[in-house]
C-alpha cells in the first residue's frame, strides 16, 4: 500500500479566520476580531482555575516513539483534517453543528479528505494497535476519523468546539471533560484517538495543533498525563516509509 507525502492546510491560529472578503474595510474588520480573539482567549485560558497545561515532553521520536506506540497506551489527538476557509459554520441552534452542508458548516477540502486517509494508510503500516476512536459530533471531524479508517468511529461531545460551549455546560466543563479523557487509560494494549478540534486543545491544556496535526498524550496512574509528541502529516509519512511494513 502505497504511503501519499501529503502536507496539510495549515491556518492561522484563529478558528475566525475568514477567506471570502478582502477588501479594506473586511481586512480592518479580520485585524481587529482576531487581535481581541486573541486577547480572550489568553485571558480565558488564565483565568481558568483548573487549568492543567500538559507537562514537558518525553523526547520520544522516531524508532522509539513508534515502538511506543506499538506497545499501546497513548491517547493521540488529532485536529481535523484540512478545511474549507471559503465556508463558514452558522450554528443557530443546537444540533447545527452536525451538519454536512458546506453551505452551513465548514468541511473538509479535498485535500483534507486526502491527507486523512493518508494518516491512516500509515497507522496501518506501522502497526499501531488502536482501540476507541472517538470524534466530536461535527461533520468535518467524523469525517476525518472515518477516512482514517482505523476502527469504528464513535461520537462524543466531551471534546467539543468551543465555539458551541455554552449549549455543553461552558468552555471550562468542557477542558475539564476533555482533560478527563486524556488521563483515562485506554483498555488493554491500544491506543485511543480523538479527532476534535483545535481550540479544545488548547484550552485544556495549553497546545495547539494545526489542521491534521496529532499531539501524542500518555495517561498516568494518577489521573494525570504528559505530552509525548507532535506529529504532522509529513512525519506519519516519513515515519511509515522508515519503520512500517514493506
Not at 474588520?29 to 497545561?53: E, G, K
Not at 459554520?89 to 444540533?95: I, P, T, Y
Not at 453543528?97 to 486526502?114: I, K, V
Request: hydrophobic share 40%.
Amino acid at each position: 500500500m502505497n504511503i501519499l507525502p501529503i502536507e496539510a492546510e495549515f491556518n492561522h491560529f484563529s478558528d475566525y479566520k475568514k477567506a471570502d472578503s478582502y477588501n479594506e474595510s473586511s481586512l480592518y474588520r479580520m485585524t481587529f476580531n482576531l487581535a481581541a480573539w486573541t486577547v480572550a482567549v489568553f485571558l480565558n485560558i488564565s483565568m481558568l482555575v483548573d487549568f492543567a497545561p500538559a507537562q514537558s515532553t518525553t523526547g520520544l521520536q522516531g524508532q522509539e516513539l513508534v515502538d511506543g506506540l506499538r506497545e499501546g497506551g497513548y491517547k493521540i489527538y488529532f485536529r481535523h483534517a484540512a478545511t474549507d476557509w471559503t465556508q463558514h459554520d452558522q450554528v443557530s441552534k443546537a444540533g447545527d453543528w452536525s451538519s454536512c452542508d458546506p453551505g452551513e458548516m465548514r468541511q473538509l477540502s479535498a485535500t483534507g479528505r486526502q491527507t486523512a486517509a493518508a494518516i491512516g494508510d500509515a497507522l496501518r503500516r506501522l502497526v499501531i494497535p488502536i482501540g476507541q476512536v472517538l470524534a466530536s459530533p461535527y461533520c468535518r471531524t467524523i469525517e476525518t476519523a472515518r477516512l482514517m479508517n482505523v476502527g469504528t468511529v464513535e461520537t462524543t461531545t466531551d471534546i467539543m468546539n468551543m465555539r458551541v460551549a455554552q449549549y455543553f455546560g461552558g468552555s471550562s466543563a468542557i477542558a475539564e471533560r476533555t482533560r478527563r479523557r486524556l488521563s483515562m487509560l485506554p483498555r488493554g494494549a491500544v491506543n485511543t484517538i480523538l479527532v476534535a478540534h483545535g481550540n479544545v486543545l488548547v484550552t485544556a491544556t495549553g497546545v495547539y495543533p494545526q489542521e491534521a496535526e496529532a499531539i501524542v498524550f500518555q495517561p498516568q496512574a494518577n489521573d494525570t498525563y504528559i505530552f509525548i509528541a507532535r506529529i504532522s502529516p509529513r512525519e506519519w509519512t516519513r515515519l511509515a516509509v522508515e519503520f512500517g511494513n514493506r
